[in-house]
């Protein structure tokens, strides 16, 4: 970690001050659970080409080429478990410093942890959906391939091909997650954006409308982003895994010795 002491205690202070606080978090926060993140060498996607598999068109087009990477990225996700970003996110929630959680990932790793509440920009991917409207759990659809049924997964009413409740490229974002988490941004104390490269749209405008409407922004990330020098006002740079547990030790710090008596 090279954030030095004195910066995670500036931001500790605005956090522990801000009663708007909100978190944006991307793939960069799971890497540490063992998910890579588009960027990972060696990852899935070194494999599966983004470009290639995650595009609506791709699974209109050949949904059974689709769902081979969504068969090993369940495998990955099953063996995921929260880790100390997670932890450290819930944590600020339960001292009643973080309002909520924009999440770019699919992966639940958050609700894991305990955080209560998680908006979901591009969906889950614990769900399937038909165009016909069922929704079917990915575990449920995993006991049927263990029981020998056919692959890719089909509908149990109308028999169409299920797809991840995820938003692929080309796809909008579900409007409610939307007008939520444009509802949460203006106006934040504090928006912590953790382990985002934030270029994937329209989720990357969500930091900038919280900055130009008076937020300020704290990134964490093992490297510079788009945010770094523009509208990030702070940047920490480390694992999200160290960095997180760090900052919200220190917000606990303040809110104790605030609450202890002179
Ligand atoms: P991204 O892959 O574009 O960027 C990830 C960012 O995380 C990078 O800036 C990287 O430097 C940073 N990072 C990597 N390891 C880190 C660590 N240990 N600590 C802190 N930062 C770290 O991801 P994105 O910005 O989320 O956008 C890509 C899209 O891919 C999103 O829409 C997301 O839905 C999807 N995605 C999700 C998952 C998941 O659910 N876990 C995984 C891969 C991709």
Same mark, same amino acid.
Request: aromatic share 6%; net charge negative; hydrophobic share 40%.
């Given at each position: 970690?090279?954030?030095?002491? @004195?910066? &995670? ?29 588009? =960027?990972?060498?060696?990852? &899935?996607?070194?494999?599966?080409? *983004? ?61 894991? #942890?305990?955080? =209560? ?28 391939? $263990? ?6 997964? @089909? ?8 797809? *991840? ?25 504090? &928006?912590? #954006? ?14 900038? %409308? #919280?900055?130009? !409407?008076?937020? !300020? ?6 490297? =510079?982003?788009?945010?770094?020098? !523009? ?14 547990? $760090?900052?919200?030790?220190? %917000?606990?710090?303040?809110?104790? @010795? ?5």
């Amino acid at each position: 970690m090279t954030v030095d002491e @004195r910066t &995670l205690d500036q931001v500790a202070r605005l956090v522990a001050g801000g009663r708007r606080n909100v978190a944006f978090t991307g793939a960069g926060v799971s890497v540490e659970s063992g998910i890579p993140d588009f =960027r990972s060498a060696g990852g &899935l996607w070194e494999r599966f080409d *983004p470009a290639d598999y995650a595009t609506i068109e791709a699974f209109r087009r050949d949904p059974a080429k689709v769902w081979q990477m969504y068969r090993e990225m369940g495998e990955l996700l099953d063996r995921a478990e929260p880790n100390a970003a997670h932890r450290a996110l819930a944590r600020l929630e339960d001292l009643g410093r973080l309002e909520a959680i924009i999440t770019q990932n699919i992966d639940n790793l958050h609700q894991e #942890a305990g955080s =209560r509440r998680v908006i979901e920009f591009h969906g889950n991917a614990r769900r399937l959906v038909c165009s016909c409207g069922r929704v079917e759990s990915a575990a449920e659809v995993k006991r049927r391939w $263990a029981a020998g049924e056919d692959f890719p997964p @089909r509908c149990r009413s109308c028999g169409a091909v299920l797809k *991840p409740d995820v938003v692929l490229f080309g796809e909008p974002v579900p409007q409610e997650a939307s007008r939520e988490a444009m509802r949460l941004v203006q106006h934040p104390d504090v &928006l912590l #954006a953790v382990g985002t490269s934030a270029v994937v749209a329209p989720a990357s405008y969500l930091p900038v %409308v #919280a900055s130009k !409407t008076g937020g !300020t922004i704290v990134e964490i990330n093992v490297e =510079r982003t788009d945010l770094t020098g !523009t509208y990030a006002a702070y940047s920490l740079f480390g694992p999200a895994g160290e960095v997180m547990p $760090a900052l919200v030790e220190r %917000v606990e710090g303040l809110l104790e @010795r605030d609450r202890s008596p002179t």
